[in-house]
């Protein structure tokens, strides 16, 4: 399994992106799948979730701002990130959990820096 995550950048205060993420070796629509963050010196944490029967959940901080989907013919998930703050400014990571099993599987971070 390998995800392959890109569109991370530089970004104004106020602005948007999107950051895609690809998988090969399995199936984004079969599985529970999600974006994280890790900003320097905290702790990973969950800022959008997407499950195989299509219900999503956001963190707080970013409710109403970003929005988690997936392509099922590219088999590729995508965080629409709008209205984004300094705050926001971390390295996000795609992630999806294996139905069934406690396997789980990570892409290589991509760096979002929000600054003017």
């Known amino acids: 399994v390998q995800l392959q995550a890109s569109g991370g950048g530089l970004v104004q205060p106020g602005g948007s992106l999107r950051l895609s993420c690809a998988a090969s070796?399995?199936?984004?629509?079969?599985?529970?799948v999600g974006w994280y963050r890790q900003a320097p010196g905290k702790q990973r944490e969950l800022v959008a979730g997407?499950?195989?029967?299509?219900?999503?959940n956001y963190a707080y901080s970013v409710k109403g701002r970003f929005t988690i989907s997936t392509d099922n013919a590219k088999n590729t998930v995508y965080l629409q990130m709008n209205s984004l703050k300094p705050e926001d400014t971390a390295v996000y990571y795609c992630?999806?959990?294996?139905?069934?099993?406690?396997?789980?599987?990570w892409g290589q971070g991509t760096l979002v820096t929000v600054s003017s």
């Open positions: 992630n999806v959990k294996r139905r069934w099993t406690t396997d789980e599987y």
């Open positions: 070796g399995i199936l984004f629509s079969l599985n529970a």
């Open positions: 997407l499950t195989s029967g299509g219900a999503t």
